[in-house]
């Protein structure tokens, strides 16, 4: 499986270079999300780190996350998280959103 189709997400060496990681907020079967902060800019937001090899179990799981990717990217909504840039590197894909500090929806 290629990533090359993928071309939104901004190609990184080392994702430390333009986020300083911060506690876990959450963890999934895919990966994990920090609380983040840009290092040039210092705003907060949160991180959602998502392992390639997850999703390379199954095809599904790629269109599944680029679907979802594509819909947020589109989003302009006071009530839907924005998604601020899309990374990757050889075993992660970063999608780096909107830090809401409200806690979740399950609370």
Request: hydrophobic share 35%.
């Amino acid at each position: 499986m290629t990533f090359e189709k993928y071309k939104s997400f901004k190609w990184v060496n080392k994702i430390d270079d333009h986020y300083k990681m911060g506690r876990e907020l959450g963890k999934g079967s895919f990966g994990s999300v920090f609380a983040t902060e840009n290092i040039q800019t210092k705003i907060p937001a949160a991180i959602k780190i998502i392992k390639k090899d997850k999703l390379t179990e199954n095809e599904v799981y790629m269109d599944l996350m680029r679907n979802e990717l594509t819909v947020l990217e589109k989003c302009d909504h006071p009530h839907i998280t924005r998604v601020f840039e899309l990374m990757e590197d050889q075993k992660h894909f970063y999608v780096v959103m909107e830090f809401l500090s409200g806690g979740d929806l399950m609370g």
